[in-house]
């Protein structure tokens, strides 16, 4: 039994030499129309059309990323948020006594439960019977 590629192949056999003239015609228009340059790459055009052409989306979208960076640090001075901090900062008297709440609220958490004394049942010789005999 032949394949779907055998068989395909059979019939379209006939049409293999009309291809290769097809081909062969198209190649000499194509090689007709082509003119031979060549350049000679030289500093920097060189290293622009080698290098860096190929990069241009990638290095546009870092610099963009750089710059967004500057932008948003270029605010921040030391000398301000010193200052900002020293005028908000509470008294050390403050601080000490809410380290010492926390200190007692986290000793309370972490504490186990005082133990509770766990009722037993009293034994079944000690139970009433409440049945009657008659």
């Not at 009722?119 to 000690?126: A, H, N």
Request: aromatic letters at 4%.
């Amino acid at each position: 039994m032949k394949t779907l590629r055998e068989l395909l192949l059979e019939r379209h056999r006939s049409a293999e030499p009309k291809l290769d003239v097809a081909r062969e015609e198209f190649l000499a228009q194509l090689e007709g129309a082509r003119t031979p340059v060549r350049r000679e790459r030289r500093g920097f055009e060189h290293l622009w059309r080698d290098y860096l052409l190929p990069l241009r989306w990638h290095l546009a979208g870092m610099s963009a990323v750089w710059l967004v960076i500057l932008l948003l640090n270029v605010d921040r001075s030391p000398t301000q948020a010193a200052h900002v901090a020293k005028a908000t900062a509470p008294a050390a008297e403050l601080v000490l006594t809410a380290l010492r709440q926390h200190r007692e609220e986290i000793l309370e958490l972490t504490q186990p439960p005082p133990a509770v004394p766990v009722p037993v049942p009293p034994r079944r010789s000690e139970l009433l019977s409440l049945t009657a005999i008659a």
